[in-house]
Structure formats: structure tokens, C-alpha cells
């Protein structure tokens, strides 16, 4: 755990570990596996609702069956060390840590969040990593459906209209699609040049969003720059979380990978584009320097209130002066309370029973 001038605190792989958190941190670690089971006790519940064929119009309404929505509405350090009794300092380091490490946020965003973010840290919960990462999921979920499947993936939607019953989509080049129900994934926010004839007043498309920039880089960390000047320091960490400090460049930065040559690669996350001053201050040797920027990465995860803020699962266009009878579907609604892989399958999940209700004959 990092500062920015010192590590505050290494975890050992060893035995000594709890020995080491406990002195650390006192009992606060216990109280806070006990919530994140439970909310991740409650976030379950879903997969035997959805089983049931039940879905949800709106974010709200799934959350509010969850019993989660009270842990949306309390930043994570309010909750945590008001509600909880849990330590400033584990809160202030572990906890941000796990934050900046998986959100690129601090405390500021909503309890339910940093609960799934200790959940994905290993409190209470497991993740799961895919050998080719996670674009191979998206072709086998397509696989599984049985169905025959049409990809456009170089299409540009600029429009979505509907007569009532059916959905128009004007594409880039001037070709025109019809179809019987259509889900929206990609954030209103961001989607550019996307417009909605006839969309409901009031939708907030005005959610702000975390930039996000990875830097991944082949080589070997200067270990003066972490104050090891020696062997007798100990080794560099292969993981490295930090505190919620402007002045330090990056969010963490971790071993991504092991070159057959021996050489690490690692992987930087942080709010702004590293420079070379700064990945030369960091690296004493660098090989190669790839840089990706999301300018959209997550949502800015804080508590805001469902009803005037979280737009709805489902979305009546107008036609005619006439709501639709069939809505589209918004999948991208439910990041206004959490973002994650598995949260945003459940919404894909919602959406499919949503479309698969709507398309039943009377």
C-alpha cells in the first residue's frame, strides 16, 4: 500500500498475514466481511428471481427486491465507519485501495459499489479471470442462444424511431432496419450521434463518468523510486494499491504478465495519461509502452437518487403523441448504481425476459 512516500503497509504471502492485519487494523476487517457476504448473499437472490422468469422496468425496482438500494444511498465511508464501526485508517487505506484499484474512484462512491469491489478483492467473495479475456464470453453467450445471429458491428446506428409495434433504425450509409424490440447497451452519455425519436422527457442522459488510462509497460521497476535503495528493503510488490493522494500518478500498478525472457509486464491505472517523465521515474528499463484512455470507463459511482437520476430499464418512445406499446430497453440503466461484468449481465439477463414478455402474443 502505497503513499506516495513510503508503503504504509506490504501483506505478506505467508502465515503472518492475519497476524500482520489484525495488529494493522484491529477487528474492523471482521465487521466488514460480514457486510460484504451479505450483500453479495443479497445480490444473489437475483439469479433465483430471473430463474423464475422475473425482471425489473427500472434499476430501482431491482435493487429495491435485492433489498440494496438503502446500501446505494450512503457513500462508502459513511457507511463503513458510521453505520459499521469500521476503522478510518482501513477504510482510508484497504478500502480506497480496492476503490482506485477496480473503480479508479475513492470513498466517495456508494457502499453497495465498494462492497462488489471488496467482494472482487477477495472479502467475502471470488472473481474469476478468463486466459484470452473476457471478449470470448461475448461469442460463446451468442453461441449458446441456438438462434441464428446477425452481427453488424461496423454499422453506425443513428437513429431509433418506432411506428408503435416496430422499431426503425437509421444507420450510417442511408440503410434502414426494422425489428420487433431493440436494447440500448452502450451509454446514452457517450453515445454520439445516437437519436432517440420521441424519448421520454426527464431521461437523464447526463450522468458524469470516470476517465480510466492504462498503461502497460515492459521492463523493470526502479526500486528507488519506492525507496528501496537496497536489497535489505525487501523486493518490489508485484501489486501495489495506494491511498487517495493528487500528487500520485498512478492508482496502482500490478504485474500483468511474465515474458518467456523473464521480463515483467505491468500494468498502470490512473486518472490522466502518464507521461514519459513520470514511466521514467517509475522504470529504470522499458522496453515497451502501450497506453489505452477511456474517457468513459465507469460511471462516477457516488450516491445519487434513483427516482430523478437512474434512468429506466424500459423507455416508451413516443409515436404519435402516443407512448409506444412496446418500450426500448436501456440495459445501460443499471450502472447509475453499480458497474460490473456480472451486473451488467444480470441487466442483459433483465433485458432478455423484458423483450421475451413484450414479444408474447396477447
Known amino acids: ?43 444473489l437472490d437475483v439469479y433465483d428471481l430471473q430463474s423464475q422468469n422475473v425482471s425489473f422496468s427500472s434499476p430501482e425496482a431491482l435493487f429495491d427486491a435485492l433489498r440494496l438500494t438503502n446500501l446505494t444511498q450512503a457513500s462508502a465511508a459513511d457507511y463503513f465507519e ?18 482506485r484499484d477496480n473503480y479508479n474512484q475513492g470513498k466517495a462512491i456508494n457502499a453497495f459499489v465498494d462492497l462488489v469491489s471488496l467482494a472482487g478483492a477477495g472479502i467475502g467473495g471470488s472473481v474469476f479471470s478468463l486466459a484470452n479475456g473476457t471478449t470470448p ?24 424511431r418506432t411506428d408503435g409495434n416496430q422499431f426503425e433504425l437509421a444507420v450510417a450509409g ?40 492504462v498503461t502497460f509497460v ?3 521497476v526502479d526500486r528507488n523510486y519506492f525507496g528501496l535503495s537496497s536489497d535489505a528493503d525487501g523486493e518490489v510488490p508485484t501489486d501495489i494499491l495506494t491511498v487517495e493522494n493528487a500528487s500520485l500518478p ?18 498502470l491505472f490512473s486518472r490522466v495519461p502518464l ?20 474517457p468513459a470507463a465507469y460511471p462516477k459511482l457516488e450516491p445519487t437518487p434513483p427516482k430523478t ?3 429506466p430499464f424500459e423507455m416508451p418512445l413516443s409515436h404519435s403523441g402516443t407512448d409506444s406499446a412496446r418500450p426500448l430497453i436501456y440495459v445501460g440503466a443499471m450502472e447509475s448504481g453499480v458497474s460490473c461484468m456480472e451486473t451488467q449481465l444480470i441487466a442483459a439477463k433483465n433485458a432478455a425476459l423484458r423483450i421475451a414478455r413484450m414479444l408474447q402474443p396477447d
Open 275 to 294: 507521461g514519459e517523465e513520470v514511466l521514467s521515474a517509475i522504470f529504470r528499463s522499458r522496453y515497451k509502452t502501450v497506453r489505452l484512455d477511456w
Open 218 to 220: 515492459s521492463g523493470a
Open 82 to 99: 458510521k453505520r459499521l464501526k469500521v476503522s478510518h485508517r482501513f477504510v482510508d487505506e484497504f478500502v480506497t485501495g480496492a476503490s
Open 174 to 213: 442511408g440503410a434502414s432496419l426494422t425489428y420487433d424490440a431493440v436494447a440500448v447497451a452502450t451509454p446514452l452519455e457517450h453515445a454520439h450521434g445516437l437519436s432517440l425519436s420521441g424519448a421520454p422527457p426527464g431521461l437523464n442522459t447526463s450522468r458524469p463518468y470516470q476517465r480510466t488510462c
Open 137 to 160: 464470453l461475448v461469442a460463446a453467450l451468442l453461441a449458446s442462444g441456438g438462434a441464428s445471429i446477425r452481427t453488424h458491428t461496423s454499422s453506425q446506428v443513428q437513429s431509433i
Open 250 to 267: 498512478f492508482s496502482t500498478l500490478a504485474v500483468h504478465a511474465t515474458l518467456p525472457n523473464g521480463t515483467h509486464v505491468y500494468k
Open 1 to 43: 500500500l502505497w503513499d506516495g512516500a513510503a508503503f504504509r503497509f506490504r501483506w505478506p504471502d505467508s502465515a503472518l498475514l492475519p497476524a500482520r492485519i489484525l495488529a494493522r487494523y484491529g477487528t474492523s476487517p471482521l465487521r466488514l466481511i460480514e457486510a460484504v457476504k451479505s450483500a453479495v448473499d443479497h445480490l
Open 309 to 311: 437520476t437512474w434512468p
